[in-house]
């Protein structure tokens, strides 16, 4: 069955401290993965997109590396501010039919 | 600015009548998504559209259904909402299907509630 797992579910770490978030995927055969945020009650915002032949995207504070033959994705968002208080979601887009499956997202609290 | 917008952003419906959702971009994308997202769940693709082909989820209620009448608008309607259908409804665009195209663009959500 196929499956993204984003482990832990909840993190909590003190402002500056750097974030490192884990995706997991069962599947190597797919054609990118997609970091978001959202904050309570609203959408989407994209973060980065990593294709399937890309290693890694970077953004400003924010890096996210992609290693298919472990089924792994990594987003790190460097020295943690207040406002990056909120839920960081994946999405493992695969091939044929579009299969679009979404983490269970990981809720980040930045303490200050 | 190219976008995705959804309205209503609050939507209140009364059990079993229907409710039609709605979602318009101007990014002139080919493909457009509704997800359903409930309370600290993750997204749940329902179905999209690629131009005018309806592509639904194998386990998407009969109950939703959607409408692209041109490449700008899609409808989710809801033919009968139960207490359950009471989430985020999501709408998003991605320019193809083809893996270098198909970053996913979302709008700010429809928040249903059912009475």
């Known amino acids: 069955k196929q499956e993204v797992t984003q482990i832990p579910a909840a993190l909590s770490v003190p402002e500056g401290e750097n974030l490192v978030l884990n995706c997991s995927f069962t599947d190597s055969a797919i054609y990118n993965l997609q970091w978001f945020r959202q904050d309570p009650g609203k959408g989407l915002t994209s973060l980065l997109l990593?294709?399937?032949?890309?290693r890694e995207q970077t953004s400003g504070r924010l890096n996210a590396s992609l290693d298919k033959s472990s089924g792994r994705s990594t987003l790190y968002i460097a020295a943690s501010q207040p406002g990056d208080s909120a839920t960081y979601l994946c999405l493992e887009v695969k091939a044929a039919g579009n299969k679009l499956t979404f983490g269970g997202g990981t809720r980040v609290l930045v303490k200050p | 600015d190219a976008m995705v917008i959804q309205n209503p952003r609050y939507q209140v419906t009364q059990f079993g009548k229907p409710v039609t959702l709605s979602c318009s971009q101007t990014?002139?994308?080919?493909?457009m998504y509704w997800y359903q997202q409930k309370s600290s769940q993750a997204p749940k693709l329902l179905f999209h559209y690629y131009d005018k082909d309806f592509n639904n989820e194998a386990d998407t209620p009969d109950n939703f259904q959607s409408r692209r009448p041109n490449t700008s608008f899609c409808f989710l309607d809801i033919r009968s909402p139960g207490l359950g259908d009471a989430a985020m409804y999501l709408c998003?665009?991605?320019?193809?299907?083809?893996?270098?195209?198909?970053?996913?663009?979302f709008g700010p959500g429809t928040r249903l509630t059912v009475l």
């Open positions: 998003a665009t991605s320019r193809d299907r083809d893996r270098s195209y198909n970053e996913q663009f």
């Open positions: 990593i294709q399937s032949s890309q």
């Open positions: 990014l002139n994308h080919n493909v």
